[in-house]
């Protein structure tokens, strides 16, 4: 992975800033650079830099052109850079080409940047103000236990970008979940009103989801289990089918699964009746004494994790609002 930094930069800075000006007054009255001359990342990385103030940015790229020609292929590039306007900017005189980020598919975002309230201040102004990226890119973390940057290139098949994408949408409980998106997280951090799960790469080849965080109010806060996490999604009204797996390996699926809220009278204490049928996936027949056992099995796992989860599950109320009202959860089981 080619790096560019502003000591080296400035070796190749002439250069480099004659031959984009060149191309650049090629162009004048032709209003766009030609393609071939533009660069495409589909994932981008950003990690804290060595030094305080500085931070990696981690541009991966991949094969675009008709036919497998590689026309617009370039080599993944990390920049160390004070913020991503310089980035950008820096990437420009280097490779003697215009970045176009709007072609963006990933971002992976160190956990500890959800931290650093100037960083996410500036980088966010950014991409609203000069519309970089598009607001269905998508984010996941990463933290000390995930692949290292500079492997992942690799780790996905020479594709991160799409492979990041193709993850989230081949999970067959996440199709009918959220993606958690940049245009989300900056609507939470303008408005710190949305407790928002966030993946986080663990440090498998290939790249899978290890576990999230959750993200409440503008403050990270804790970590779940994939199981816990799809369990949150669910109670937030993001999934309406579940599996569950048994201690004997029994996988549960709950289809059509929907939440009652009702507040006790005269209280402030509500009880959410969860609704869902329970299918046993992988028996094909079962006895009624077999399908209760099943169920009260299901029950006690279900119940478990969602008290864990309840304290930052909002639940949508009748008027579409979500609200974390004082609640205790029940279960409905549907024939």
Not at 197 to 220: A, F, Q, S
Not at 239 to 258: A, H, I, M, P
Not at 263 to 271: A, F, G, H, V
Not at 321 to 331: C, D, V
């Amino acid at each position: 992975m080619k790096k560019i930094g502003v000591g080296n930069l400035c070796r190749t800075c002439v250069s480099r800033m004659l031959l984009l000006c060149v191309l650049l007054s090629f162009q004048c009255g032709c209003g766009q650079l030609e393609i071939e001359n533009r660069a495409f990342p589909l994932a981008l990385a950003i990690q804290p830099g060595k030094e305080k103030g500085m931070y990696d940015f981690s541009f991966f790229f991949e094969e675009t052109g008709s036919a497998g020609s590689g026309l617009y292929y370039r080599e993944d590039t990390v920049v160390e850079a004070e913020g991503y306007p310089q980035a950008f900017t820096m990437f420009g005189r280097a490779q003697a080409a215009q970045l176009d980020d709007s072609h963006m598919q990933a971002i992976l975002m160190s956990e500890e940047l959800l931290k650093d309230k100037e960083f996410l201040a500036s980088f966010y102004q950014y991409f609203i103000k000069e519309h970089h990226f598009s607001w269905n890119t998508m984010v996941y973390l990463t933290d000390k236990n995930s692949l290292e940057i500079s492997k992942l290139s690799k780790a996905a098949g020479g594709h991160p970008g799409m492979y990041l994408k193709d993850i989230a949408e081949s999970d067959e409980q996440e199709k009918t979940a959220s993606v958690p998106t940049l245009g989300d997280l900056y609507k939470e951090w303008n408005n710190h009103e949305k407790i928002m799960l966030l993946p986080v790469l663990g440090g498998k080849k290939p790249p899978t989801v290890d576990h999230y965080r959750v993200l409440v109010y503008g403050e990270l806060s804790e970590k779940y289990t994939l199981d816990e996490a799809r369990l949150l999604q669910l109670l937030k009204g993001d999934l309406n089918k579940l599996q569950v797996s048994l201690k004997d390996e029994t996988v549960v699926r709950l289809e059509g699964v929907f939440l009652w809220p009702e507040q006790e009278q005269n209280t402030d204490k509500w009880t959410v009746t969860l609704h869902a049928r329970c299918i046993a996936e992988n028996r094909t027949t079962l006895s009624e004494e077999a399908q209760l056992r099943v169920r009260n099995e299901c029950e006690e796992v279900l119940m478990q994790r969602l008290e864990r989860v309840r304290a930052y599950a909002p639940i949508k109320m009748s008027d579409g609002s979500y609200e974390i009202p004082n609640y205790k959860i029940k279960l409905n089981w549907m024939e």
